[in-house]
């Protein structure tokens, strides 16, 4: 596995654990420094440390530290005003340090105890702390995607130290916290998108595949009834239902040609890669493995890697199945041009039952003729499609479609 796949696994076990209530001072004692180690290995740094804003005392203390000799190393001439004159959320490299961002000798202080990259958490308009870690134990620099990395890690720590600090003062507005942890899930979206945007890239067919098959499941749970929590899981199972190809080779994902049968068993690896990558992840909703594990599952038992069948099959995976698989047909492959609606509709139809479990394509025609007669506001299916077919006609065979599921 490549050093950049580790690291992006890396920030989003750490963001998922940190989704976590922070219920009592050990809870958040024993984050902080889980927190702490991962940066550490992920930045390849021996020491490190993370301080906090104590607002009744308006000093910074330290909230973990490993590797440093004496743990009053603190401040080095430090204070919250120095802090508060860095770049927001800006990670300040000691070595190379920026002509008056610190003063020399706190700067001076800081190369002495052997920080290599100080990094200030802000959360609004509020720097509440800040990170210090040792330069890379490989003598290399760290690079822009290290900085990059760490800019959106330190976003995170801050949210979790400024909820610590809510816990502690109970009589804070119950609508910070609702704030912050909308912020959370935002950056803990936005690093889910990202990582998927970088798997999808490598196959030079399916850009946005992921994004495209996460709001099509997600349009199916909703027509379902499933509760937002589960919709949730869905929406993240889309998105890494495919990281697994990130290690299937480039040339088998991009062959225009048959496959030969080592090249479509490589391929057919995917899912079982991409479970046992996502299983080293704690997320917070349920099944969202064994969905991307078997979501080249069939209702008949010709699927893949379990040969799984009817109710044997989860029903995120069912989802998934029916998402991607529309996803593909509606999308130009190296193998074959795309379908049109109609022609995907069709294909729908002919696999019920084989392929597809009945109830989730009833399912996603019902939400498709909502979006076609416009009854929903916000169309997950639509814009993703080409728009030269005939409503009448795709009309027409999603009623009849719908008629017959119904029966």
């Known amino acids: 596995m490549s050093l950049e796949l580790k690291k992006a696994l890396y920030h989003i076990s750490s963001l998922a654990d940190l989704s976590q209530e922070i219920n009592s001072e050990e809870n958040f004692q024993t984050k902080i420094r889980s927190v702490l180690y991962v940066l550490m290995g992920t930045f390849l740094a021996n020491k490190g440390a993370i301080f906090r804003h104590d607002r009744g005392t308006g000093q910074l203390v330290l909230a973990a530290h490993k590797g440093f000799d004496d743990p009053a190393f603190p401040v080095l001439g430090i204070n919250l005003g120095n802090m508060l004159t860095l770049a927001r959320n800006e990670p300040y490299h000691i070595p190379e340090g920026r002509q008056g961002t610190l003063p020399h000798e706190a700067a001076e202080g800081l190369r002495k105890a052997g920080v290599g990259l100080l990094i200030p958490l802000w959360v609004r308009d509020e720097c509440i702390g800040g990170i210090l870690l040792s330069g890379k134990f490989t003598a290399e620099p760290y690079s822009r995607e290290d900085l990059e990395i760490m800019k959106v890690v330190a976003n995170q720590i801050a949210i979790t130290i400024n909820n610590h600090s809510l816990f502690l003062n109970l009589g804070e507005q119950l609508e910070k916290n609702r704030q912050l942890y909308e912020e959370m899930r935002r950056i803990y979206h936005d690093t889910i998108q990202a990582f998927a945007a970088a798997i999808d890239a490598k196959d030079a067919y399916t850009k946005n595949h992921s994004q495209r098959v996460a709001r099509y499941a997600v349009a199916i749970a909703r027509e379902l009834g499933w509760n937002e929590s589960d919709v949730e899981g869905i929406y993240i199972a889309g998105f890494l239902h495919d990281v697994g190809k990130i ?42 493995v064994k969905n991307i594990r078997h979501h080249h599952e069939k209702m008949d038992g010709t699927g893949y890697p379990g040969a799984l069948s009817g109710e044997d099959i989860s029903e995120g995976a069912k989802v998934l199945t029916l998402a991607d698989s529309f996803d593909a047909m509606t ?41 076609i007669s416009g009854k929903l506001p916000e169309p997950n299916i639509l814009p993703h499609l080409d728009k030269d077919f005939d409503l009448s006609i795709i009309t027409g065979l999603l009623e009849a479609l719908i008629a017959e599921l119904s029966e």
């Open 247 to 288: 290690v299937v080779s480039s040339a088998v994902l991009n062959k225009k040609d048959a496959l030969t049968e080592d090249e479509l068993q490589e391929l057919r690896r995917h899912p079982v890669l991409s479970s046992d990558i996502i299983s080293k992840i704690k997320f917070p909703w349920k099944d969202v």
């Open 331 to 371: 999308t130009d492959r190296p193998y074959r041009t795309k379908k049109g609606l109609k022609e995907a509709l069709e294909e729908l139809k002919n696999c019920l039952g084989t392929h597809f479990d009945s109830k989730m394509v009833a399912a996603f025609c019902r939400v498709l003729e909502k979006e």
